[in-house]
């Protein structure tokens, strides 16, 4: 779970034009929030590596993944034929987030 969450920051730097496109308008500073929340998934992936930080780190996830669902809706809703990844994969993402939801609060 640590490797997925910090890999999944990195990504926000190695490829920020896919989560700038995935945002809703009407949530502002998009630069800002794609370099807070990759930050953030870094720093939550290797607090889970520390026994001591383990159960905050899957708290701050939990949270996390609530928080960024609004773009994964907009993704879907969004999405235009041809472009980007396939629907199906769009509509799967959705319940994925609540296994991610599930799996974190088992670190709790």
Known sequence: MSVLYILAGV????APKF???IMPRYIPYHNAL???SGVVEIILGILLLFPAYRTLAAWGIIALLIA???ANINHLTSA???KGP????????????GVL?????LFT
Do not use: D, E, S
């Open 68 to 70: 960024i669902f609004p």
């Open 86 to 97: 396939p629907l199906w994969l769009l509509y799967m993402r959705l319940p994925i987030q």
């Open 19 to 21: 989560y700038l496109r």
């Open 80 to 82: 235009k034929p041809g």
């Open 11 to 14: 990504m926000h730097f190695v």
């Open 34 to 36: 794609v370099v807070i």
């Open 101 to 105: 939801i599930w799996w974190a609060y």
